[in-house]
């Protein structure tokens, strides 16, 4: 069906209010209105966190879209940076930088710095959870949570095992015995592995298999560990 809207009132010969202009006006008032509303000023605000609320509000100039996204992404990544390398989180940084991606410094800001696999292929939620977890040493580990008692690294022994070690991502993943029976259904994976940063680097099988492993490792964890 078909709706002609026909316009009585005219001004030397032309329509008072074209359509094309009502149009426009519509389409200002709710723009207007989007970016008044709740989830713009959040974003605003998520913006204006990281020191990149510039470009909430840049022009993109045609052709240029890849230029601005590529500063975004290093304005994020810069700020992301400081902020890690320098707030209560220090610690951990010094850890990643040292176990976890030891070409962190090399590599920082450059063509090769690029999504870890984790991020980049798909794999279920918790597979990607415990990966990121033991990346970042957000577990339950004692290395991690003797920390908050601030009880020395060297002291936070693993309780699971007679090994007189420190409970760490490595030694629950590559050599602490309570964990054996799950790494022997994990053979393909651990194949070669000699260190920790060997293990997360580990694409065959496949970054599935890694995560499907890691939260093995944790959830098994929490049945070793009293509440």
């Known amino acids: 069906m078909h709706v002609h809207i026909h316009y009585e009132s005219k001004v030397d010969g032309h329509h008072p209010n074209p359509p094309h202009s009502m149009g426009n006006r519509v389409r200002a008032t709710k723009k207007s209105k989007f970016l008044s509303s709740s989830l713009i000023q959040d974003i605003r605000k998520w913006f204006a ?16 879209e890849g230029e601005c996204m590529l500063s ?26 040292k176990h976890v991606n ?23 939620h918790l597979a990607r959870r415990a990966i990121s ?17 601030k009880i020395d690294a060297s002291k936070r022994l693993c309780t699971s ?4 070690t420190p409970e760490d991502e490595a030694h629950v993943t590559l050599e602490c015995p309570a964990y054996a029976h799950i790494r ?23 970054p599935t298999a890694l995560g499907t492993y890691l939260t093995r490792i944790l ?3 929490k049945t070793l560990t009293p509440p």
Not at 49 to 64: A, S
Not at 76 to 93: A, M, Q
Not at 133 to 149: F, K, P
Not at 161 to 164: D, I
């Open 161 to 164: 095992c007679t090994m007189q």
């Open 133 to 149: 977890l033991m990346r970042t040493r957000s577990h339950m580990l004692r290395i991690e949570t003797d920390g908050w008692l």
């Open 102 to 124: 030891t070409q962190y410094w090399e590599i920082y800001r450059t063509s090769l710095m690029e999504a870890q696999a984790h991020i980049r292929v798909p794999m279920p």
């Open 219 to 221: 959830d098994h964890h």
């Open 49 to 64: 966190k990281w020191n990149v609320e510039k470009y909430v509000d840049m022009p993109i100039e045609e052709g240029k």
């Open 72 to 97: 975004f992404d290093i304005a994020i990544l810069d700020s992301l940076h400081t902020k890690w390398k320098t707030t209560l989180h220090r610690s951990k940084f010094e850890y990643y930088c």
């Open 184 to 206: 022997a259904n994990f053979q393909p994976l651990l194949n070669g592995c000699l260190t920790f940063e060997d293990l997360l680097s580990k694409t065959d099988p496949s």
